[in-house]
């Protein structure tokens, strides 16, 4: 006969044993959650009978055992805890030894919460809420107090994470590297605006890697720029095949510096957006429709005449906006050079529009932070946030796999 559970017959016990547990709390009048609520003396039950086993193994006998006379250490009793559960707040009676060795591991000594309650205040965090919030969320929910300086402190601790997260090694090459800005307001002496930049890899199996976020001050150039992204490849980046960005001073020659081979795509969507800053709102549809024809031409030389036939109807209204991309023209055509399924994904910074989206939500809610460090640690959070169910690596796997056919030829023997 095996020994092996069957996952099934498991599942059933379970249920039932739920079922009977609701039935009885039903008959007794007892509520579901609550200080005196089922949950909240099944997990006391639970804690406990795990602290009594902790116990046991400590003194290397069990309770009542005759085993134990004269051992020299020996129950003393216990004392009672209240601990802040996933559930609320939970009172426990932790057993005590005569000798005072004992240091349980499931509720640790001078510890009022359990680990799953940081996660819910990391999880807050990340979703934007402020420590005040925070605190009010588990007074409203939980019925519990937690302070403000707990809840910093528990966010704090992942300071030590995000400094592990940011150095950690990364892969040898990467088709393709996006980079973007998000910007958030500091509070230093006055509210400024300030900008956090964020570098998105993917992998040659098509999988998004966010390589890491810098915290700038606005007047970046080309020394920072080499610093990050020799940053980058000290991490164990060799080679990248194209990097999209958005003309941040600087970072092209940065680029080519680090990476020889790199080709700096500026992204299309951006270019675009900063052309209708220059002209009049009831123009917008029209010069989007003439700007097409340039952006999709199939070569370069098609892309010129085209832009010199835009040229020619709009550059003396606004002669800015045949300025913007005279200017951006050797880092706007090199996508034109390849596939139509590597001009689909470079063309534009779609791929890190969806997580700066995400971000500005956590940002939108702090309205501003109190320290240039507070910024970077709440978009990390939200990193560490992302795809929990790895559902999204999936469809990023999937939509990516054309691309990175036309890939492995354009770029024979680099990626592959």
């Known amino acids: 006969m095996s020994g092996t559970m069957d996952p099934m017959a498991t599942e059933m016990d379970q249920q039932e044993l739920a079922q ?22 099944l997990t006391k039950n639970v804690l406990e009978t795990a602290l009594e086993a902790e116990m046991d193994e400590h003194l290397g ?36 030894d005569t000798g005072s060795t004992f240091d349980p591991q499931i509720v640790k000594k001078r510890r009022r919460r359990l680990t799953g309650v940081d996660e819910i205040v990391l999880s807050l965090s990340a979703k934007g ?81 966010i390589l890491g976020l810098w915290a700038g001050d606005g007047g970046e150039g080309a020394k920072f720029w080499l610093s990050v992204l020799t940053e980058i490849k000290n991490r164990g980046v060799e080679d990248v095949c194209i990097t999209v960005c958005d003309g941040l001073k600087g970072l092209p020659e940065a680029i080519t510096t680090v990476w020889e081979l790199a080709v700096v795509q500026t992204c299309i969507v951006h270019l675009i957006r900063n052309t209708f800053r220059y002209a009049a709102r009831q123009y917008w549809d029209e010069i989007s429709r003439d700007l097409r024809p340039v952006y999709t031409a199939p070569s370069e030389a098609a ?10 109807k709009w550059g003396r209204q606004y002669p800015a906006v045949t300025r913007l991309w005279e200017n951006a023209w050797s880092e706007f055509v090199p996508f034109l050079d390849y596939d139509v399924e590597i001009r689909r994904v470079i063309c534009s910074t779609n791929a890190i529009e969806s997580l700066n989206a995400r971000y500005r939500r956590a940002v939108r809610a702090r309205g501003h932070f109190p320290t240039e460090q507070a910024a970077p640690k709440c978009l990390y959070l939200a990193t560490r946030a992302l795809d929990p169910t790895g559902k999204g690596r999936a469809r990023w796997a999937s939509r990516w796999k054309p691309a990175l056919n036309a890939f492995a030829i354009s770029f024979d023997g680099r990626i592959n």
């Open 129 to 209: 809420l402020t420590t005040g919030e925070i605190a009010a969320h588990f007074a409203d929910v939980f019925g519990a107090r937690v302070s403000k300086d707990t809840i910093s402190r528990i966010t704090e601790k992942v300071i030590g994470e995000m400094t592990e997260w940011q150095n950690r090694p990364l892969d040898r090459i990467f088709p393709v590297v996006f980079i973007d800005a998000i910007h958030v307001k500091v509070r230093d002496g006055q509210v400024t605006n300030r900008p956090v930049y964020v570098a998105i890899g993917v992998s040659v199996n098509g999988e998004r890697d």
């Open 61 to 96: 006998y069990g309770k009542h055992d005759v085993s134990g006379r004269g051992s020299g250490n020996s129950r003393n009793g216990t004392r009672t805890k209240t601990v802040l559960t996933e559930i609320g707040p939970v009172e426990i009676d932790v057993p005590r």
């Open 303 to 312: 892309a010129k005449e085209r832009f010199v036939e835009f040229s020619t």
């Open 20 to 41: 009977q547990l609701l039935a009885q709390a039903k008959e007794q009048g007892i509520d579901l959650v609550g200080p005196d609520g089922l949950l909240n003396r």
